[in-house]
């Protein structure tokens, strides 16, 4: 049994795989400082909660893009698990051939996807991860990572306009039934989600435009992917668990 885990700067996801079947999720929050053995306690009682044996576990393989952590995450699956964690880095097998100016700068969790993305849907493709920032990354035919493009997500967005704007209120992300808004909270879930989705699709076309290939397929994911997928024709597929499934992919690479 592998655990596959995605350390982001919002959440921990994990995934527990059966072969290739992914069983069951859950996650857990990054931002809370945790010792190892807090990491490890939740970590087995999330597995026997979910009705998962703790000591079939054999593997464990991690992308993480908040280095702070990593430490007594570490040292949480070497105590509790008796297993060193393969963490996705440079010099590890993906079957992507990475030709960005600095390949090293590249983090695990964009790697991860693109993996996944080229594996499972063919190339070329577009990544589209909609998380704390949302990254936009191509893959060519050949299994080239390109480049792509960050921009601010969109809880990010929203954070930082109630933060900043002393009358506006904090709102639920949401779609508004109409982009004509009639009170500040939907003016504000308007311009959040609409504006969004036009951003979402510029990026995508600029891409298209400039990789010279109009049909590339795209696929999305991340927490609210689905919503702005669903508003869309620019992307082809959603795919909430596509990080999850690029890490066990990276896994089968290395055996």
Not at 33 to 56: H, I, M, W
Request: glycine residues 10%; hydrophobic residues 40%.
């Amino acid at each position: 049994m592998l655990i596959a885990i995605d350390i982001g700067n919002t959440d921990f996801t994990l995934g527990i795989f059966e072969g290739r079947k992914l069983m069951d999720t859950f996650r857990m929050t990054t931002r809370i400082p945790r010792t190892s053995d807090e990491y490890g306690v939740f970590l087995l009682n999330s597995l026997q909660y979910k009705g998962f044996d703790a000591k079939k576990v054999d593997a464990v393989i991690i992308a993480s893009v908040v280095p702070a952590v990593m430490h007594s995450f570490n040292s949480a699956i070497i105590k509790y698990f008796g297993l060193k964690p393969i963490i996705v880095g440079p010099g590890i097998r993906t079957g992507i051939r990475i030709k960005t100016s600095n390949p090293k700068e590249t983090g695990a969790d964009r790697i991860v996807d693109v993996v996944a993305g080229y594996e499972l849907y063919g190339g070329p493709v577009i990544v589209v991860d909609f998380g704390t920032a949302t990254t936009y990354d191509f893959v060519n035919q050949d299994g080239e990572f390109v480049g792509g493009v960050t921009s601010p997500g969109l809880r990010t967005s929203a954070n930082a306009l109630w933060q900043h704007a002393a009358k506006l209120p904090e709102i639920e992300i949401s779609r508004p039934p109409s982009i004509m808004a009639r009170d500040t909270v939907t003016s504000m879930q308007a311009g959040l989600v609409f504006g969004y989705i036009g951003q979402t699709e510029y990026i995508i076309q600029k891409m298209k435009e400039e990789s010279r290939c109009p049909d590339c397929k795209v696929v999305a994911t991340g927490g609210l992917g689905k919503m702005i997928a669903e508003e869309t024709d620019s992307i082809d597929f959603y795919d909430p668990h596509l990080t999850l499934k690029g890490l066990q992919i990276i896994y089968e690479k290395q055996r």
